[in-house]
T-cell receptor, first 115, second 112 residues
């Protein structure tokens, strides 16, 4: 079946630094990648949608200069949290969409803690 | 983005009991998906529904796509301790392309 590999699974960083999260589709090509954030005991909130080779579309209220998304190939998308602050601490999850039988495949998530 | 109305928020049941949860919306959906999420993990797909009225089973799980296309339910029969987790509905709205809207989740606790 379809697998999305997300790394790292957890990261602790200092305030003001940047963190990059990677999502790779291992055995299929993802035309679209979605990035979500999830706070404790809450649902997944869509941050942005990215299509390979084009700029990401951000949801209302999500700062595009803070959450940089790159989708350079059909198998790799990255989310960079720039100048991270404690309020950026959250669980970030990617999801690859193919539109076919695999539909949506989620990564295992990245727990970001900013200290 | 908008969220679906999912209920109940939490359930505490005894092993062997049946469980039912549902999602409703004022919007029309083309696809309904049910996921389970365990702590520190991403959601895992349980059941996908693509047509109004569709009733689909996956082992002890059964889900239905409402006739109005605005709701869906998930039933779990004869619950076991490993059913513990958070269950989310998610829908692909008619007007939102491939973007998914998620419900608020149902936290299920199963007492042995």
């Amino acid at each position: 079946g379809a697998v999305v590999s997300q790394h790292p699974s957890w990261v602790i960083c200092k305030s003001g630094t940047s963190v990059k999260i990677e999502c790779r589709s291992l055995d299929f090509q993802a035309t679209t990648m979605f990035w979500y954030r999830q706070f404790p005991k809450q649902s997944l909130m869509l941050m942005a949608t990215s299509n390979e080779g084009s700029k990401a579309t951000y949801e209302q209220g999500v700062e595009k200069d803070k959450f940089l998304i790159n989708h350079a190939s059909l198998t790799l998308s990255t989310l960079t949290v720039t100048s991270a602050h404690p309020e950026d601490s959250s669980f970030y999850i990617c999801s690859a969409y193919t539109g076919g039988i695999y539909g949506y495949t989620f990564g295992s998530g990245t727990r970001l803690t900013v200290v | 983005g908008q969220q679906l109305n999912q209920s109940p928020q939490s359930m505490f049941i005894q092993e062997g009991e049946d469980v039912s949860m549902n999602c409703t919306s004022s919007s029309i959906f083309n696809t309904w998906l049910w996921y389970k999420q365990e702590p520190g993990e991403g959601p895992v797909l349980l059941i996908a529904l693509y047509k109004a009225g569709e009733l689909t089973s996956n082992g002890r799980l059964t889900a239905q796509f409402g006739i109005t296309r605005k709701d869906s339910f998930l039933n779990i029969s004869a619950s076991i301790p490993s059913d513990v987790g958070i269950y989310f509905c998610a829908g692909q709205r008619e007007t939102s392309g491939s973007r998914l809207t998620f419900g608020e989740g149902t936290q299920l606790t199963v007492n042995p």
